[in-house]
T-cell receptor, first 115, second 111 residues
Framework: NAGVTQTPKFQVLKTGQSMTLQCAQD?????MYWYRQDPGMGLRLIYYSASEGTTDKGEVPNGYNVSRLNKREFSLRLESAAPSQTSVYFCASSARGGGGGEKLFFGSGTQLSVL | GQQLNQSPQSMFIQEGEDVSMNCTSSSIFNTWLWYKQDPGEGPVLLIALYKAGELTSNGRLTAQFGITRKDSFLNISASIPSDVGIYFC???????????FGKGTKLTVNP
């Protein structure tokens, strides 16, 4: 099983450029998430989708948009990249949104540098 | 902002030593989870805890859900070099769909 697959693995952008990070999961999970990881900051939630057709803001949503394309895919878009968005981005999925101690399964990350 | 205080930030130990780390909050959490992140990879779930006072083991790892529901602890016994990585605690409050993560404990094991 592939689990959670993210593309690309690495990306370098110039300030103002746009790009979309792709994420797909093959575990038939309802919920999907985008996190960013910065040194000393741990993992911070950008956006999440509790189920197909719904998306909600997390802790740090500014400068990002998301699309839950179908149950498998959840993309993250940077419309106008800024150096502050230099980070490692992780997509994750879980079997169910809401309560019950959900367990997140993470992709291997996208390292993004904005110059 | 983040609501979990994880400590220590980093640890440097010798192979064979035991390790303890903890996560605290001013709020009550209904679920605690511990993740490990290897370099260049995403976090992987180690242990999930669902009840206050619960003590759960996974091999050499043992985690506890604090009885106040405001903290959790992770212990690693007889550390080995492959234990290196960043360990994250995560918690979920009742009625919330989201996990909150600690800032991580970076573990280095010297052979």
């Amino acid at each position: 099983n592939a689990g959670v697959t993210q593309t690309p693995k690495f990306q370098v952008l110039k300030t103002g450029q746009s790009m979309t990070l792709q994420c797909a999961q093959d575990m038939n999970h309802n919920s999907m998430y985008w996190y960013r990881q910065d040194p000393g900051m741990g993992l911070r939630l950008i956006y999440y989708s509790a189920s197909e057709g719904t998306t909600d803001k997390g802790e740090v949503p500014n400068g990002y948009n998301v699309s839950r394309l179908n149950k498998r895919e959840f993309s993250l878009r940077l419309e106008s990249a800024a150096p502050s968005q230099t980070s490692v981005y992780f997509c994750a999925s879980s079997a169910r949104g809401g309560g019950g101690g959900e367990k997140l399964f993470f992709g291997s990350g996208t390292q993004l540098s904005v110059l | 902002g983040q609501q979990l205080n994880q400590s220590p930030q980093s640890m440097f130990i010798q192979e064979g030593e035991d390790v303890s780390m903890n996560c605290t909050s001013s709020s009550i959490f209904n679920t605690w989870l511990w993740y490990k992140q290897d370099p260049g990879e995403g976090p992987v779930l180690l242990i999930a805890l669902y009840k206050a006072g619960e003590l759960t083991s996974n091999g050499r790892l043992t985690a506890q859900f604090g009885i106040t529901r405001k903290d959790s602890f992770l212990n690693i016994s007889a550390s080995i070099p492959s234990d290196v990585g960043i360990y994250f605690c995560a918690g979920r409050k009742g009625g919330s769909e989201k996990l909150v993560f600690g800032k991580g404990t970076k573990l280095t094991v010297n052979p």
